[in-house]
């Protein structure tokens, strides 16, 4: 009985923990991403410490809370956001550290959380009675309903492939020296059309069609202000995170310690030296940088937005038929055919 | 109304339309474009009032857009700044004593809004600029006052 007290309070410590430096790390990045996309329009851009200013500001607003909305509602959205995407984290393995609540969730639970903070927005933009939110909640569902498909073939084909939903155990061996050849060139179809995926989950041009501020005035965010604003900022920005570590656990989980002859994560993570640990945390922050420049910055400096039925075609026509094509590329592989 | 320092360094501002000839609109794109590139202190254009901390109007009041200009600046959460770009917005500009026109914005926002201009016809980016320098005066004055 004390034993699991002492458990479960240790556990909830690093949930919390885990939860701070989720929040730091997503401004942190997000400051990046407006920087390299500054550079990009040859603009000089905000310091990389603009979005914790952001933040700040929004705290110090005014709330106002508009009378044709449902408090309660409108005021939940955001916090539900925010938790989703906080949550998350505890599941994911976070460089050379094992998700903290391993063993009581896997990817599908992973698959739910990455929905909820879309649909928590739906809900508030509902729930604010403004015809814009209204708008931009509708095309916010009809775009989740569409990256779900890629996404989805993309999780059946990991979890065929290594006989398990848990993340730990997909993300303790390297996809790539799991299959041969031919399953290898399935699995780039699928990291293809996973980073399509990517702009359409985290809201980005060019798929921010929910919150087009040129035609919909922000969309789903047109009546929040103030604190609420501010915690819908911090959950996306944690939300881009959490994808971007979805993503190392599922395509790169390496680690650079065993190459540079520290003892690496072979074994337990007690037995790590400090300078191995911290090694192996700078690369994974390394390849979330990388991550999030090629799927967020990129791609939002490069293209300009869909149309909403575009959008849904984009997914369901050509990155579905990719993603499927890659799961029976696996399945051919897998079987010996 | 406490406000710290963070709050100038990232200001968000609404653009209101109240019935200009879209000289001084495209002046503001100016603004923020690569050239003047405004984002560097923070300022970023927003789509909706209830991001606002300035409403950056432009263009003389005309009689339909009375109530919107009253309801848009009612919408801004506190605290907030008024900027007015243009000389239309200050003195109505050549619309002058036009039927059409009701005035000088600082006629109809009620009397404790804080009212900055950036005058020219167009204004130029740079004095765009200039009135968001006296935007962070006024809330450094709204600091003293507290402290």
Not at chain 1, 122 to 149: C, D, H, K, N
Not at chain 2, 8 to 36: M, Q
Request: charged share 15%.
């Amino acid at each position: 009985m004390v034993d699991a007290v002492v458990e479960w309070s240790i556990m909830l410590a690093l949930v919390l923990l885990v939860s701070a430096i989720g929040i730091i790390l997503g401004l942190a990045y997000k400051g990046f991403d407006r920087k390299i996309t500054a550079m990009m329009q040859s603009r000089i851009g905000p310091p990389l410490r603009q979005p914790f200013r952001d933040v700040k500001k929004l705290f110090m607003k005014e709330t106002i809370i508009p009378d044709s909305a449902v408090p309660w509602l409108f005021n939940a959205a955001p916090i539900l956001a925010l938790v989703a995407s906080l949550v998350a984290f505890a599941y994911l393995p976070l460089g050379p550290f094992e998700p903290i609540m391993e063993g009581y969730g896997d990817l599908i639970l992973l698959l739910y959380l990455l929905a909820i903070p879309a649909v928590a927005m739906a809900m508030g933009g509902l729930a604010s009675g403004s015809p814009y939110a209204t708008v931009g909640a509708q095309r916010e569902l009809v775009l989740m309903i569409s990256y779900e498909l890629p996404l989805a073939v993309a999780a059946v084909t990991f979890a065929y492939n290594y006989n398990t939903f848990s993340i730990a155990e997909i993300s303790s061996q390297p996809v790539w020296n799991t299959v041969g050849i031919v399953g290898a060139m399935g699995f780039i179809l699928i990291l293809a059309a996973l980073v399509a995926v990517m702009p359409g989950e985290l809201s980005k041009v060019p798929f921010d069609q929910a919150e087009a501020e040129t035609e919909l005035a922000e969309g789903l965010f047109v009546e929040y202000s103030g604190r609420n604003l501010g915690i819908f900022y911090i959950a996306e920005v944690v939300k881009m995170v959490f994808v971007g570590a979805l993503f190392i656990a599922l395509f790169f989980p390496y680690q650079l310690s065993n190459f540079i002859g520290l003892a690496g994560p072979t074994v337990p993570l007690i037995e790590m030296g400090l300078w191995a640990v911290l090694v192996d945390v700078a690369f994974f922050l390394f390849k979330l940088l990388i991550i999030i420049y090629i799927g967020v910055s990129l791609i939002r400096v490069a293209f300009a937005r869909f149309q909403i039925d575009r959008a849904n075609y984009f997914y369901w026509g050509p990155m579905a038929i990719i993603g499927l094509v890659g799961t029976l590329l696996v399945v051919l592989e897998n079987t010996g055919i | 109304m406490k406000l710290s320092k963070t709050f100038d360094k990232s200001l968000w501002v609404f653009h209101v339309n109240s019935g200009s000839c879209n000289a001084c609109d495209i002046e503001i794109v100016a603004a923020v474009t690569p050239r003047y590139d405004t984002e560097r202190f923070g300022i970023k254009l927003v789509g909706s009032p209830r991001h606002a901390d300035v409403l950056l109007f432009t263009g003389p009041v005309t009689t339909k857009m009375k109530e919107k200009v009253l309801r848009v600046y009612e919408q801004t959460p506190d605290p907030k700044v008024v900027l007015v770009v243009g000389n239309c917005g200050d003195t109505t500009g050549v619309y002058f004593d036009s039927y059409a026109v009701e005035g000088p914005i600082d006629t109809l926002l009620p009397d404790d809004a804080h009212i900055i201009y950036a005058n020219g016809c167009p204004v130029r980016p740079e004095n765009v600029i200039n009135g968001v320098k006296e935007a962070w005066l006024y809330l450094e004055k709204l600091r003293g006052d507290d402290e």
